[in-house]
């Protein structure tokens, strides 16, 4: 059985799904819950939900989906819909995976610097300390743009497929 009883309107296989993307988001660093309310998004019809809704599709209190999709919104993964009520509805946004490994690639960015000041502060006298070190940078510095190709060639391809 999964982590749920049942989602609600949901064939198994589809129940299958969102919990391995919530296993998936729990191995990228984030929360189960986080994948799985993004899976869900993903593939519920209509493409819309309420706080409600998710918390009764998804099994889970109204608070754990309220606080989680404000998560997922931060990282631009899922955006709320306007509605003509208080209501809050949430919905996938195209392009979340990219912007959540252009946040991530921002972060490679400032490491960089943090390494440059490690070099700086361990001279050339220490040599297997200062090799230990300028591999690690050498490393973050080819991820970084190796990652801004990658969503360069990303956008390229969607274009093209579009």
């Known amino acids: 059985m999964t982590i749920i009883a049942e989602l609600a309107r949901v064939d198994p296989s589809e129940t299958e799904f969102v919990d391995r993307m919530g296993l998936i988001m729990e191995r990228l660093g ?3 819950t986080m994948g799985r ?12 939900r ?10 889970v209190s109204k608070t754990a989906v309220s606080t989680t999709a404000r998560q997922l919104e931060l990282s631009g993964m899922v955006e709320r819909v306007p509605t ?26 400032q490491s960089l610097d943090t390494f440059d000041l490690g070099l700086s502060i ?6 297997g300390r200062r090799d230990r070190l300028q591999e690690t940078r050498d490393f973050f510095a080819f991820a970084l ?3 801004e190709g990658m969503l360069d060639r990303w956008k390229e391809y969607r274009e093209k497929s579009s």
């Open 145 to 147: 743009q190796d990652g």
């Open 30 to 32: 984030g929360t189960r």
């Open 84 to 109: 003509a009520t208080r209501e809050h509805r949430y919905r996938t946004v195209s392009g979340g995976w990219a912007e959540v490994m252009r946040v991530q690639l921002a972060v490679v960015r």
């Open 50 to 59: 309420s706080l409600t809704e998710l918390a009764a599709d998804l099994g």
């Open 122 to 127: 361990i001279g050339d006298d220490r040599p």
């Open 37 to 48: 309310l993004h899976a869900w998004l993903m593939i519920c019809d209509p493409p819309d």
